[in-house]
């Protein structure tokens, strides 16, 4: 940005430099003879006095001259009246021949004075136009030795600017190339940490991907694990549908063989669920209805209670299958199903379900305890 | 036809499979019976002899707890003397869960008493001992029992062999008459440890259960001594001007909080009881009394009317720092904390008078225990179970209890005129 603006101030001299040439051009070519008609008019007055200096053997002709040229300059109705006037003055004094003859002879000396005259006039003119000229010339020259010096000073200003601009240009560049330096160094450093980040961050990542691979490996066992407890599931899954299907084989043979039509075994079917929802809700009811809560259980209190049912639904056994770990709250678990028993409502389920709801689990958990 | 046979067996089989599932089957128990365990405790055999009725002490003492319903001995088809003679089904089908049974002798060194205790439903023995007692500890030894067998039942040590303490007045004006009573759990067998013409009012049980404090105005100025109950020797604490009320043991039994209005308005001092030197705890215009020991003695909590009305503040005794505790209505006082420190029992006024309530220290929702009126002073037993209360009943001040979860409420025998300020012991050996 310094750069930019320090051209801006370079430029305008240059630009004024150019200007001054170009006008100076100009003058040379174009203004000298435009001047040339304005001199003599201003420098009449010096061309005079160095012709007194230097003509002093043409006094006469020259007073003659001077006279005549300024009768003429100022008027040659003058010149012809005084010559008329001196040509009157000769005849009235000298004869008729010497009258004629000076009469001729003044006619020749008229023409001759008036002939000097003009030479003069024309030499003078042409005396003061080259004295015009040679002025003009040293004033050109003056001038242009003062353009000239203005143009070395100018150069030299300038020069000294360019050496100015040249050593702020160059303290620039050292404190750039300073600048520069510390910048480097500090990229170095940077480009160091950077180094020192990525190999820890290439670590981090080699750990990442070590313990990606080890939770992969562990995901894989846990899978593996998963899949064999499905299978295994399955293959119980299997099993238990295989044992159900044979023993649903056995039971529609056997149903086939007591019940008379299809359609009555459907009905008995829907009536065993039906039944075994209801057998559910009436041993919840029995169970909840004797269990007295013992006092003082926390409120996270659970107790699981595995119960075994005898054909007609007494009691066969009933065992803490997951303790609440207060033994007052297990017996109390305990308690409530044996006092709950018998569960006669299992012989309202059809005979082929019954064996099914012989063994189930209860899980005691006081919902709000006061 | 075969086709639509097979359709059918499809559908058969599928219902059975459906229903062969039901081995997995969990059942959900979320809700509990409202009434009490049943036990019946059946007469001890060759009991008759007896002052006491060892069966009947135990089966009332169960019955005060609010957690069992003693079977009525005239329901009992037979009484068996040992677990040998018991026939379970029987019991079974009276719907007891539990049974207790005994048999007294008399010995050369006293009253020997064999009983046993059985969960009937799963006919199993649970508890079986033989005591032997003086024959006047006939009473303490049949306590003795009940907290075997609540212990052996609920798991919670039983507190039937603890004491109170109350003060009776009658009379009025000149003539009245105060009396200082400890007596059993179940308000029999008192002794009267004080009398005085002038009122007898807070007393508090040291923690080892030897000592009582209390406020006389023997002095005709309240003045708190502390005496020693096996010997009825006493000692004035303190007697400065103004009040002098409410003291408690700490539970190191070493120091006492009492309220004191010497500064001005009550506040609340500890006192240690070796050098006599008196701390101030609190610093309020308002009035600060009723201290109760936090079980482990790092806090104090008291009723103070700073907020317009009574209400409990907890002051940490480390940082100085005080804490409202209750937010629940207009008037709550008299604070007692349960020996878990989580629960605390205390004096609410709702929309039937005064009322025991409990309020969980962990939730802040307190629970109405009693629905009588007129309720003050509640104590709680060692055992956390029940809190002991002063009530009116005929326009005479009786003594009532409820268990702490509210199920059930007891009154204790009538002592004579108006009994008020009960203070339940500690365990006591």
Known sequence: MARHERRVGYGLPLLLAVALHLAIVAVTVIRFPERAPEAPSRDIVQATLIRTETTTDQAQRAQQARARAAARQDADADAAEQAVAEQEAAEREAAEQAAARQAEEAERQQQQAREEARRAAEEEAARRAEQAER????????????QAEAERQRQAEAEAERQRQAEAEAERQRQAEAEAERQRQAEAEAERQRQAEAEAEAEAERQRQAEAEAERQRQAEAEAERQRQAEAEAERQRQAEAQARRAAEAASQGLDRAIEGEADSV????????????????????????????????????????VRLGPSGELFAATIEQSSGNSAFDRSALQAVEAAAPFAELRQLPASVQRDYRQFNLRFQPGEIR | ????????????????????????????????????????????????????????????????????????????????????????????????RYLVVGRVSREADGVRIAYE?????????????????????????????????????????????????????????????????????????????????????????????????????????????????????????????????????????????????????????????????????????????????????????????????????????????????????????????????????????????????????????????????????????????????????????????????????????????????????????
């Open chain 1, 135 to 146: 002025q003009a010339r040293e004033r050109e020259e003056a001038e242009r030795q003062r």
């Open chain 1, 267 to 306: 009905a008995d079917a829907r009536q065993a669920a039906e039944a075994a929802n209801s057998f559910i809700t009436l041993v919840r009811r029995a169970v909840e209805q004797a269990w007295v809560i013992p006092p003082n259980v926390s409120d996270g209190a659970r107790a699981e209670v595995s």
């Open chain 2, 1 to 96: 036809m075969n086709v639509l046979k097979t359709t059918w067996l499809a559908a058969v089989l599928l219902a059975w499979t459906s229903l062969a599932q039901a081995a997995d089957l969990t059942i959900e128990i979320t809700r509990g019976s409202d009434r009490a365990t049943p036990i019946a405790v059946v007469p001890f055999a060759d009991g008759e002899s007896l002052p006491q009725d060892i069966a009947r002490i135990v089966a009332d003492d169960l019955e005060r707890s609010g957690y069992f319903e003693p079977l009525a001995r005239e329901a009992m088809f037979d009484r068996p003397a040992s677990s040998e003679e018991v026939r379970f089904g029987e019991w079974s089908a009276l719907d007891v």
């Open chain 2, 117 to 429: 205790l059985m969960d009937v439903s799963g006919q199993r023995r649970l508890l079986g001992e033989t005591v032997t007692a003086g024959g006047d500890e006939l009473r303490g030894a049949a306590h003795y029992i009940s907290d075997q067998v609540f212990e052996a039942i609920t798991d919670i040590r039983g507190a039937f062999s603890t004491r109170i303490a109350y003060v009776t007045s009658r009379g009025i004006g000149d003539s009245a008459a105060y009396a200082l009573h400890i007596a059993d759990a179940d308000g029999r067998n008192s002794q009267q440890v004080l009398a005085s013409d002038q009122p007898i009012m807070s007393p508090a049980w040291s923690p080892d259960g030897t000592k009582l404090a209390y406020v006389s105005f023997e002095t005709e100025r309240p003045a708190i001594y502390v005496q020693e109950l096996a010997s009825g020797r006493r000692a004035k604490v303190t007697a400065f001007e103004g009040l002098n009320s409410a003291p408690a043991w700490s539970p190191d039994g070493r120091r006492l909080a009492m309220s004191l209005s010497k500064d001005g308005q009550p506040d609340i001092y500890l006192m240690t009881l070796d050098s006599r030197e008196l701390r101030r705890v609190t610093r309020n215009p308002g009035i600060d009394t009723e201290p109760a020991w936090a079980p482990d003695g790092r806090s104090l909590l008291f009723t103070s009317d700073r907020s317009g009305g009574p209400q409990i503040y907890r002051h940490d005794l480390r940082s100085g720092e005080e804490e409202r505790l209750t937010f629940t209505g207009s008037y709550n006082a008299r604070a007692r904390v349960a020996p878990d420190g989580e629960t605390i029992f205390l004096i609410h006024r709702g929309g039937n008078g005064f009322q025991v309530a409990r309020q969980d220290l962990a939730n802040d929702r307190l629970v109405t225990l009693t629905q009588t009126g007129n309720a003050e002073s509640p104590s709680v037993a060692p055992n956390g179970t029940m809190v002991i209360f002063a009530t009116q009943q005929g326009g005479n001040g009786v003594l009532g209890g409820v268990s702490a979860d509210g199920r059930a409420s007891f009154r204790l025998p009538a002592a004579q005129g108006d009994v008020r300020e009960p203070a339940w012991s500690p365990f006591l050996q």
